[in-house]
T-cell receptor
Framework: SQTIHQWPATLVQPVGSPLSLECTVE??????LYWYRQAAGRGLQLLFY??????ISSEVPQNLSASRPQDRQFILSSKKLLLSDSGFYLC????????????FGPGTRLTVL | EDKVVQSPLSLVVHEGDTVTLNCSYE??????LLWYKQEKKAPTFLFML????IEKKSGRLSSILDKKELFSILNITATQTGDSAIYLC??????????FGDGTTLTVKP
């Protein structure tokens, strides 16, 4: 069966520090991968999605970047965090080839102070 | 614009009540309408709807899509405290992306 891992679960970082959040998927090949951010009381904002290794689409201009160095690994990064980067970050995967149902990781709660 | 609008934003009911959650969406590149339940952390998948008028059912939960009027509803009958959660609606597109609404926060009191 497929599983998705995300770490760390919580993170407190000072403004201006770098960020690296990692997401890995097991039990499937060539998944679509997604990074979302969720503000308190809000829905999910799509940040990046990837349909294959090295293929990243950015949905909103921001202080973040994403990379997919391996088929089942998706990384969210920042060189210098802003206060506005605080939030709940969720990674998700979906089967490639047009499957819309997404399966989410446990999320990372990021607080930038 | 890829908009998904959910209503109400929050709802408080008592155990045993029936609730109806609403979701309206924009038609551009529409492929599917999805419902998720988010309790503490990760949203979990409930339903995917692609055809109008065909009800999907799972226990006390059911959902239906109206592609003419561009909305979907999620019904929960005989609510229990374990149904307390944020219910998210999302529109799936031909590009393989999903646009989410802001969710409905349901609180079921004993």
């Amino acid at each position: 069966s497929q599983t998705i891992h995300q770490w760390p679960a919580t993170l407190v970082q000072p403004v201006g520090s770098p960020l690296s959040l990692e997401c890995t998927v097991e039990g499937t090949s060539n998944p679509n991968l997604y990074w979302y951010r969720q503000a308190a009381g809000r829905g999910l904002q799509l940040l990046f999605y990837s349909v294959g290794i090295g293929q990243i689409s950015s949905e909103v201009p921001q202080n973040l970047s994403a990379s997919r160095p391996q088929d089942r690994q998706f990384i969210l990064s920042s060189k210098k965090l802003l206060l506005s980067d605080s939030g709940f970050y969720l990674c998700a995967w979906a089967g490639g080839g047009g499957t819309d149902t997404q399966y989410f990781g446990p999320g990372t709660r990021l607080t930038v102070l | 614009e890829d908009k998904v609008v959910q209503s109400p934003l929050s709802l408080v009911v008592h155990e045993g009540d029936t609730v109806t959650l609403n979701c309206s969406y924009e038609v551009t590149n529409f492929r599917s309408l999805l419902w998720y339940k988010q309790e503490k952390k990760a949203p979990t998948f409930l339903f995917m709807l692609t055809s109008s008028g065909i009800e999907k059912k799972s226990g006390r939960l059911s959902s239906i899509l109206d592609k003419k009027e561009l909305f979907s509803i999620l019904n929960i009958t005989a609510t229990q405290t374990g149904d307390s959660a944020i219910y998210l609606c999302a529109r799936g597109t031909n590009a393989g992306k999903s646009t989410f609404g802001d969710g409905t926060t349901l609180t079921v009191k004993p």
